[in-house]
């Protein structure tokens, strides 16, 4: 075979592989960025995959609600709320991010399906402070967002797309498995187990401690309010029937010995009144916390780190949006926030993190 032959025997190799891998790649589908999932198709939503995964479940399933938030709602069962709540929920969640991204989340979903019933959101304090269009993250595959035919090439050529995301639908089928339900979908604590141990592995106290608590300053009232007014609020005007479910996640005592080792507990506990003062006039917003729960959050084993609570505990906060408890009014909001304030300042976290702080 002379060399020109052989190039040519190469590059149709080449391009017969390409086309097969490809066209496997949009056949199958695996982040649904094409079709909705085929008929008698089983497909794996591999956990850590959301950013690729969340936009085609968004747009190709069918339901009425959505589960939209952090990581703090990853163990939460969609079957659950919807035997609650009577809807059929998609949960799509991101580890880790800001309320901007939260909200395009959000905005996402009701786009895609504008009579979506309602939102059940996390509103978590450590991103209350992050105004503005902020992500924490940058590998997010924009190809798979939008509408420009031209870049899918990065998903319909991608080597490691078709090695690790479309083969796997293959043989996830040849195995005899089933699509991932929503309930398990993104769900950590099998890999991640819940108990003070793995608190305390992961958290590392602050050595010296604030000599008083910060102000909530007249920029850090400003900094909430853009915050909650362009990531929240905005989206919740413009869809007058859907009911939005907000809550504020129980992090473990934990995370408040750290904030108020660094001075910033009463700051975070203001900025929790300042969003219930601009969130509970809309009526199409119901707005819970459970930081007062303080027989779970003094109670480590019910964590996996400061903040991550196991499924346990998503299934208790559920039941109680469900029964109304733990609900914010204009009445109560005040009140119930500053008792949280004056427990956890007062609270004994020596007693808990002194052992730990020796070692």
């Known amino acids: 075979m002379n060399s020109r032959r052989f190039v040519q025997v190469v590059l149709g190799g080449t391009v017969a592989a390409l086309v097969l891998a490809g066209g496997a ?29 969340n936009d085609g479940i968004i747009k190709t399933y069918d339901y009425d609600a959505a589960i939209v938030g952090t990581s703090m709602m990853q163990n939460f069962k969609a079957s659950q709320f919807d035997r609650l709540f009577g809807t059929k929920s998609i949960k799509v969640t991101y580890t880790g991010e800001t309320y901007y991204v939260i909200d395009q989340e959000v905005r996402k979903v009701l786009s895609a399906n504008p009579d979506t019933k309602c939102i059940f959101r996390c509103l978590d304090y450590n991103k209350i402070f ?67 141990e793995h608190v305390l592995e992961a958290y590392e ?49 934990a995370f408040w010995d750290e904030a108020e080792r660094n001075g910033d507990l009463v700051r975070y506990f203001e ?4 969003q219930a003062e601009l969130l509970l006039p809309y009526d199409n917003v119901k707005l819970y916390t459970f930081t007062d729960h303080y027989d779970i959050t003094e109670n480590l084993d019910n964590y996996m780190d400061p903040t991550h609570y196991g499924s346990k505990i998503s299934d208790q906060i559920i039941d109680w949006i469900y029964e109304g408890k733990g609900l914010l009014t204009e009445e109560n909001y005040r009140e119930k926030i500053q008792e949280m304030e004056d427990f956890y300042l007062s609270f004994d976290y020596d007693s808990i993190f002194g052992d730990a702080e020796e070692e």
């Open 271 to 274: 900025a929790e009144k300042l």
């Open 130 to 196: 992050q105004a503005g269009e902020v992500r924490n993250y940058d590998d997010y595959p924009e190809y798979l967002y939008d509408d420009d035919i031209f870049n899918d090439v990065n998903y319909v050529l991608n080597k490691e797309i078709f090695l690790d995301s479309t083969l796997p639908v293959i043989k996830y089928n040849i195995d005899g498995k089933k699509t991932t339900s929503m309930d398990a979908y993104s769900y950590w604590e099998w890999e991640h187990p819940v108990g003070k």
């Open 205 to 253: 106290r602050p050595e010296t401690k604030a000599g008083e608590q910060k102000a909530f300053t007249e920029e850090d009232a400003k900094t909430v309010t853009d915050n909650v007014t362009e990531n929240v609020i905005r989206t919740v005007e413009e869809n007058p029937d859907t009911m939005f479910y907000f809550y504020t996640p129980p992090y473990s005592v």
């Open 25 to 53: 790649t949009i056949v199958l589908d695996p982040f649904f960025h094409y079709h909705k999932a085929l008929d008698g198709v089983e497909y794996p939503l591999v956990d850590g995959m959301e950013r690729y995964l």
